[in-house]
């Protein structure tokens, strides 16, 4: 799970996150399944006021769009796991 805390607004001129909604549950893809649910899935922009927070799966397909303005869009980015590794080091939470 991933959350996004946004520390100033995000509007559609400073490059919003854009998201393709329910790619998650496609499960890992290459590069060309990617590409494909770029053309057949319509994205969303995800603005909100400062101090909003977007949840996501890491597996939904992402990214940012381009700014149209010189305005901040600074966010804290923060991703949890019931279990991840580490070199090779497999760490399970608490």
Known sequence: ??????????TSHNGPLRV????????VLSDE?????????????????RG?????????????SKATAEVSRRVLHLEYAAVTTFDGLRLRAA
């Not at 909003?52 to 940012?64: D, E, F, K, T």
């Open 1 to 10: 799970m991933a959350l996004r805390v946004h520390l100033d607004d995000s």
């Open 20 to 27: 393709l909604p329910g790619t998650h549950t496609l499960g």
């Open 33 to 49: 399944q990617i590409r494909d649910a770029v053309r057949r899935i319509d994205g969303v922009a995800c603005t909100l006021e």
């Open 52 to 64: 909003g927070v977007v949840v996501m799966r890491p597996l939904l397909i992402h990214a940012s």
